[in-house]
């Protein structure tokens, strides 16, 4: 579960860099 909420957190991270 943890890895899923650190996985979000980083896609968007990447979305809001691509932005």
Avoid at 2 to 14: D, K, Q, Y
């Amino acid at each position: 579960m943890m890895n899923m909420s650190r996985f979000v957190v980083e896609t968007l991270l990447l979305m809001e860099s691509s932005l």
